[in-house]
């Protein structure tokens, strides 16, 4: 408890900003204090990072820690982000992004930073909905689920997020739940101190919009579904499609080395420089 009360204060602004916008049970707190011990682990001084959201649910969470905070527009984190990293390389650049925010206006951002392979850390909260505008479907919301704009049931597909990123060219990525958050804050940090694009899709709940809508039970309920749905990426390897359909796998599902996007871009200013002279 103590080593807790520790970090409230040491990374939050526990005096300025609370209390929170997230409704009781929301699983992005979990997410945050993942962020929170990945960092204390690594020993980051607060100033040597800077995080950034977009809009919705997790846009709000960079207000609430003691970091460099940007909360830009939707769909625009990633590009704040490359232009921070851009301009201070030097700088730990996070960012937090909901699975529409990132892969439905935002969704071009988002592959092609990972094509660029830009050194940016970027943590997907994906809770299937649309939670803070009125709980619209989203690009992961399932076939088959309601929402308050698929009243009878959803017709599309949802993106694989993590995949995406891994056939995008992101040079670490991978996926765990809010229910594991030991394992969610060990994989944080893995993907921090990753040099490249790093992606760490997160299953989450909104067991507000999402949950109740589609009678999934209490904030309890869906973390205890993601407890008995979960596969690690070992175990995933030697089952079939049949027994792998409606799972969640987690774990690394990637890790590879790629040319950085800053060091390239600074081998054609140093090219530039040669030719001008």
């Known amino acids: 408890m103590k080593e ?27 997410i945050l204090g993942a962020l929170i011990r990945a960092i204390d682990r690594i020993g980051f001084a607060k100033d040597e990072i800077v995080l ?3 809009i919705g649910c997790s846009g709000r969470m960079p207000v609430y820690v003691d970091f460099n905070t940007l909360h830009t527009t939707h769909g625009r984190a990633l590009t704040f982000a490359t232009g921070i990293k851009l301009a201070k390389p030097e700088l730990t650049v996070i960012v937090f992004m909901g699975d529409g925010d990132a892969t439905a206006i935002g969704g071009n951002h988002f592959i092609h930073a990972a094509r ?22 989203s690009p992961t919301t399932p076939y088959g689920m309601k929402a308050t704009t698929a009243p009878y049931w959803h017709i599309e597909h949802a993106f694989k997020i993590a995949e995406l990123a891994v056939t995008a060219g ?7 739940t809010v229910y594991n958050a030991k394992g969610l804050d060990a994989l944080i940090e893995k993907a921090l101190l990753k040099k490249g694009f790093s992606v760490v899709e997160t299953i989450t709940h909104c067991h507000i919009q999402y949950g109740r ?25 030697k089952l079939s499609s049949e ?11 990637v890790d590879r080395e790629l040319p950085i996007y800053q060091h390239e871009y600074d081998r054609i200013r140093e090219r530039a420089r040669e030719i001008a002279v």
């Open 52 to 54: 950034i959201s977009g």
């Open 170 to 176: 992101a040079v670490f990525v991978g996926r765990e």
């Open 116 to 137: 660029r392979n830009v050194d940016v850390s970027a943590i997907i909260f994906n809770n299937n909905i649309y939670g803070m505008t009125g709980g619209q479907f």
């Open 4 to 30: 807790v009360t520790k970090l409230i204060h040491k990374y939050l602004r526990h005096d300025k900003k609370f209390p929170h916008v997230s409704c009781p049970g929301c699983g992005n707190g979990i």
């Open 213 to 237: 809508y589609n009678r999934l039970g209490t904030a309890v309920d869906m973390l205890k579904w993601q407890r008995d749905n979960s596969i690690p990426v070992e175990k995933a390897q």
């Open 243 to 253: 027994e792998l359909e409606g799972k969640i796998i987690t774990g690394v599902l």
